[in-house]
């Protein structure tokens, strides 16, 4: 569990509202941040209840498909949003705020004093954010009165929708927010960019094609078999009441370190990055709503492969709780309980094809054949293991890294999964990190120039606590690698070659090590 276990746990629980902090102090290149919510009174908080089931379920679309009523409907809408009063809970800004309190530390945990509240780096992450999107779409509706009003995703798993959305381009637009990265208007998504220490050019249209499959390979890797078997490898580890995530990536899960990219790729690269690049600033680009959709999505689908199982069926996940304006201007506490299923909230994702499904195997096996056809010109180099002894990442990391068991049969695949653990991940408070996590199959205890297959990634973007409760950044990463070694045909190999590629930023490795996991009941 995240910071370590809790002596009687319970649920994460709503803060006390009146009691707030600046979720930023002066330091480093910010400014204070007072993200604290008016005082509206909070004696009167009612329990959320589930839209009825009869009602028509709305359905929200890729944001490049939107037909040109649908496009003016939303933007009025946002329009007079911002038009209301400044102190009104549904306020553009009132409600870009929420992310920053709850996301940014500006709250103290119910009964514990010195924790602080964050649903960021742990299983609540997709949670909340749900429910974030959800009253904001009901709030839009009730202020243009239209309750079919359905947001928009930013499909960015797609080909077609791997562009920054052409609706939220427009300067004149409710939509438009100027502080982003104009360089990316017209640019294909690219997932292994970077800002450091130059941007990145942008992918040639010549270059698109392998841009766009490098991008597959990483979406594909929310839904492995690992990842289906195991929730918290895709929702973030479990965290309870008085326990405190010490970074925003401590125990996040693979579907919040995926979305941090789109964050960095739209905020611009001077620090400190506002709005999308940084978290307290996130929500006040409208653009930052159509992306979490997408993110949204992505649990959707995740749970959908999974047959609606329940990621974590016990009460300390279904017990945590929030508070949020409806759209009555209603203060209401959402139990996690209820934020299971879109449809059952009344909304659902319009159907598109997933290119990225099965790329890994197509990948791999292409890249298989060409090496064959090269095995006897192929160059091995030297590799050891990692040591004992922290590592900069300032160049690739290439280590050795001892298996657990080799040859598991069918049986102790289905009991456990193997799960490659970076250890002890440190990094200064504020910056963007982002490496890329490589696995091969050594050849005689050396290994071949090619990194090999594509594991999972290691992202964080910036954000900065009141120096209070400023913690030195450290984190651990997990991934599971089960489908990975039977793809690149290393089940019988006692060791494989691990390869971490620094993207962005320069933390230093504690260590890397392959353990066996049980899977979820």
């Not at 009602?55 to 939107?66: G, S, V």
Request: net charge negative; glycine share 4%; proline share 8%.
């Amino acid at each position: 569990m995240a910071g370590g276990k809790v002596a009687n746990a319970e649920p994460v629980q709503p803060p006390d509202m009146s009691m707030c902090i600046l979720a930023t102090d002066s330091q480093a290149d910010d400014e204070p941040v007072n993200c604290c919510p008016p005082n509206y009174s909070t004696t009167n908080i009612i329990d959320f209840q589930l839209p009825s089931s009869y009602e028509p379920l709305n359905q929200r679309k890729p944001a490049h498909k939107l037909s040109p009523r649908e496009i003016e409907r939303y933007k009025a809408a946002i329009a007079k949003m911002k038009q209301l009063d400044p102190k009104d809970p549904w306020n553009f800004m009132q409600q870009a705020t929420i992310h920053c309190t709850f996301c940014n530390g500006a709250f103290f945990q119910v009964n514990y004093p010195d924790k602080l509240l964050q649903v960021h780096g742990n299983w609540l992450f997709l949670p909340w954010h749900r429910y974030y999107l959800y009253f904001w779409e009901r709030i839009l509706g009730k202020i243009i009165g239209d309750p079919t009003l359905a947001i928009p995703y930013w499909n960015w798993d797609t080909k077609d929708g791997m562009f920054m959305p052409s609706v939220y381009l427009d300067d004149k637009s409710s939509l438009y927010n100027d502080n982003r990265n104009h360089d990316h208007y017209k640019a294909l998504l690219d997932f292994n960019y970077s800002n450091e220490p130059k941007p990145t050019p942008n992918p040639r249209p010549d270059e698109y094609d392998k841009v766009i499959n490098q991008n597959y390979e990483k979406f594909a890797q929310l839904f492995t078999k690992d990842v289906l078997a195991k929730a918290s490898l895709f929702m973030g580890q479990p965290i309870v009441a008085g326990e405190e995530n010490k970074t925003l990536t401590e125990n996040a899960g693979a579907a919040e370190i995926l979305h941090n990219l789109a964050h960095e790729w739209v905020g611009p690269v001077a620090k400190p990055n506002h709005d999308m690049g940084n978290f307290y600033t996130a929500a006040r680009d409208t653009l930052f709503f159509a992306h979490h959709a997408n993110v949204d999505r992505m649990w959707d689908i995740y749970s959908k492969k999974r047959g609606s199982k329940v990621e974590f069926n016990q009460p300390d996940f279904l017990e945590a709780s929030f508070l949020f304006y409806d759209e009555n201007r209603q203060l209401v506490r959402c139990k996690v309980s209820d934020s299971l299923s879109a449809e059952k909230l009344g909304y659902t994702y319009a159907p598109e094809v997933s290119p990225w499904e099965g790329i890994s195997r197509r990948v791999r096996k292409d890249k298989t054949a060409k090496k064959q056809e090269a095995k006897k010109q192929v160059q091995l180099v030297p590799v050891s293991e990692f040591g004992t002894q922290p590592r900069p990442l300032d160049d690739p990391i290439r280590a050795l890294v001892p298996r657990p068991k080799k040859n598991r049969s069918k049986q102790e695949k289905e009991d456990e999964i193997e799960v490659l653990v970076v250890n002890n991940i440190q990094f200064e408070p504020g910056t963007n990190i982002r490496f890329d996590v490589y696995i091969s199959k050594p050849v005689e205890g050396l290994a071949t120039p090619d990194y090999g297959a594509y594991a999972g990634r290691f992202s964080r973007i910036p954000h900065i606590h009141n120096k209070k409760f400023h913690h030195t950044g450290k984190a651990r990463l997990q991934i599971g690698i089960t489908e990975v070694v039977e793809n690149i045909d290393a089940e019988s190999s006692e060791s494989l070659v691990v390869t971490l590629v620094p993207r962005m930023g320069y933390p230093s490795i504690g260590g890397v090590s392959i353990e066996l996991q049980e899977i979820d009941d």
